[in-house]
């Protein structure tokens, strides 16, 4: 039996907007096991970000908790959540978020840097490796700026995924790819995770990719369905 | 290497791409202040050190006076030569003259020596250009650079000397005569302060000028090399009851030595302001490198990192100018230094006026001296005020909310 490794319990959370009180999410309650793959749809601005921030611990609810392999993190202090994220999940973000000024093996090493410290030979051939799965082998020294779109989402994968995270967060990480393009890297990370065991919690407005779930969830009116 | 020096490194310094803007101004910034604190310390440490070197070199390392005239003064030269401190000592009485040649008078400091014993301690044939130690006896005298330029007095010529004491003998309505003496050579030290209105003569020659019968006015002491002036004269004293003094060339020369020092610790603190300026421009390029990086922080923290090490990374990028603005400041103040001869000759070949200035200065050459402690707290101080100044928007960094960084447009 697969145990849970992130779940959200009776979450809410609202947002001042105003006077007045926007209630994104109401009453959510989600549990996703190790190695599986949920999808979340819903429409824009029904909270589908937020929910995701909140499984990762970058925001807090305003009721309920978030646990990560049984155990809530609700308690936990901005610096030590920080230091137990950094080995528990990855994030891969729709804007890649790429730091410029580092080529791509850098970018893809960085996760690595702040979860565990030194770098050392072992780490760079891991990241290489990384790198190769993702089909950018040959660009390792090549600065984000040199990449395509597709490329970018690709690095950021690797980045995501070379400290054998738990869980990935992956937020509409096709929404500024074509569609071929997007096709190729959701079947990268769908591939790479179900290698990996790593469970992966997908946000997209894609049905196309959101059916390929083990399970499909829909947000709206602050709830899943 | 920890990340967030590894991301500050790149973020001030992107490999294999042109340094950012604010980089270049903010490195430019500390640069200067660097440069022009090194520059013009070494520079007044250089007129302090060749100051000393040539005050000591020209009175000696110590002096024994007891501000009146004394007779004695063989039998202390003898207690002062049995100390193993000392390498020589000669006597030594000193006043002021009036020196006509022609028609044209001047008013030179005088100074009555035992040629062979002064030998021992001051380099003076070393220091004579024209002429010849050798040829002096108690009708002539050495006269400085200064005074031979301005005379237009040659070696072999005559001059006319009066002193005091022919004065007092005018006040009872005797005929003033003045000695004539034969100049026997011109000397120069390059200590402007001897070199503009002295003249030598032999010590006999002095105490009839002055009346001093037997009597001197002081005792010049050279120590062995390495004796530190300061404990000698102390331990010296114990030879000689009061109103004997032993004093250092320091002490004779505090004035003149404080009056450097305090320059030098005023433009210290003038100069200062130039890297306060510069810090403003490191405080301002970290401040819009928060905003512009804003995601990148949100990223961080989404991939673990805490804003203590937040913090960390943007305040290593103050630091890190700091440290590459001193490098390079350090680098190009020793080069301008290294120059300096050039440097000056262009300047005065600009605005012309070099003679005065040198002669002004005493020095024939822009002197330097690198004291190892001011730049060592020019380092620290240019660094730590770089880091200090990206300390704040470091903070704000650091503080930020991962959700909202992420969110930020």
Not at chain 2, 252 to 260: F, H, T, V
Request: aromatic share 8%; hydrophobic share 45%; with cysteine.
């Amino acid at each position: 039996m697969s145990e849970v490794a992130i779940a959200a319990n009776a979450v809410a959370k609202s947002y001042k907007t105003g006077e007045s009180n926007l209630e994104v999410l109401k009453h959510v309650d989600l549990s996703v096991n190790t190695g599986e793959f949920v999808s979340i749809q819903g429409e824009s601005g029904c909270g589908k970000t937020t929910l995701l921030n909140v499984l990762a611990g970058i925001e807090s609810p305003d009721s309920g908790y978030v646990s990560w392999r049984g155990s809530s993190i609700a308690k936990l202090g901005r610096n030590a959540l920080a230091l137990l994220r950094g080995g528990f999940l990855g994030i891969v973000f729709q804007s890649y978020y790429l730091v410029p000024e580092i080529d791509s093996l850098q970018n893809v090493l960085m996760s690595r840097r702040i979860a565990g410290g030194r770098i050392g030979s072992a780490d760079i051939e891991e990241a290489k490796a990384m790198l190769e799965k993702v089909g950018l082998g040959d660009r390792c020294k090549q600065m984000p700026n040199t990449l395509s779109g597709g490329e970018r989402q690709r690095v950021a994968i690797a980045r995501a995924l070379l400290t054998n995270p738990q869980v990935i967060l992956a937020d509409e990480p096709t929404g500024n790819l074509d569609e071929t393009t997007g096709n190729r890297v959701m079947d990268l990370l769908q591939q790479l995770c179900g290698e990996l065991g790593t469970a992966l919690v997908l946000v997209t407005h894609n049905a196309e990719h959101a059916v390929r779930a083990d399970r499909r969830l829909t947000l709206s009116q602050g709830s899943i369905h | 290497m920890p990340w967030y020096l590894y991301i500050a490194i790149r973020h001030t310094f992107p490999k294999g791409k042109r340094w950012p803007f604010f980089t270049i101004m903010s490195v430019t910034g500390v640069v200067l202040g660097t440069m022009a604190l090194v520059v013009v310390l070494s520079v007044f440490n250089g007129f302090g050190h060749a100051i000393r070197e040539v005050v000591s070199e020209t009175t000696g390392d110590l002096k024994v006076m007891n501000g009146l005239i004394f007779e004695d003064y063989e039998d202390k030269i003898e207690t002062l030569k049995e100390s193993p401190l000392v390498h020589s000592a000669a006597p030594s009485a000193f006043g002021v003259v009036v020196l006509q040649a022609g028609n044209r008078p001047i008013f030179p400091q005088i100074q009555g020596v035992d040629i062979e014993e002064e030998r021992e301690i001051v380099p003076l044939d070393n220091y004579v250009y024209s002429g010849s130690l050798d040829e002096m006896d108690d009708d002539s005298i050495l006269i400085s650079s200064g005074i031979a330029n301005t005379l237009r007095i040659r070696v072999g010529d005559e001059v006319d000397i009066y002193t005091p004491l022919m004065i007092e003998h005018l006040k009872k309505d005797e005929i003033l005569l003045p000695r004539l003496m034969r100049v026997a050579g011109l000397f120069e030290t390059g200590f402007a302060k001897i070199d503009e209105n002295t003249i030598i003569s032999t010590l006999r020659t002095m105490q009839d000028l002055y009346g001093l019968g037997e009597g001197v006015h002081a005792i010049k002491v050279k120590l062995n090399d390495g004796v530190d002036a300061d404990s000698a004269a102390t331990e010296l004293q114990k030879s000689f009851e009061r109103p004997f003094r032993v004093s250092t060339w320091l002490e004779s020369n505090a004035e003149y030595l404080a009056i450097i020092q305090f320059e030098k610790r005023m433009m210290f603190f003038l100069l200062l302001i130039i890297v306060l300026v510069a810090s403003f421009s490191i405080a301002t390029s970290l401040f819009t490198s928060v905003v512009k990086k804003t995601r990148e922080i949100g990223l961080f923290a989404s991939m673990g990192a805490t804003s203590r090490q937040i913090t960390a990374c943007f305040c290593l990028q103050g630091f890190s100018v700091g440290l590459v603005g001193t490098a390079i400041g350090y680098a190009l103040s020793f080069a301008i230094l290294s120059m300096r001869d050039t440097i000056t000759n262009a300047l005065f070949w600009i605005i012309g006026g070099k003679e005065q200035t040198m002669q002004f200065y005493f020095f024939s050459r822009l002197p330097v001296h690198y004291d190892t402690f001011d730049l060592v707290t020019i380092a620290i101080l240019t660094v730590s005020v770089a880091t200090l100044a990206g300390l704040v928007p470091s903070i704000k960094a650091g503080m930020l909310k991962p959700v909202e960084a992420l969110r930020s447009e």
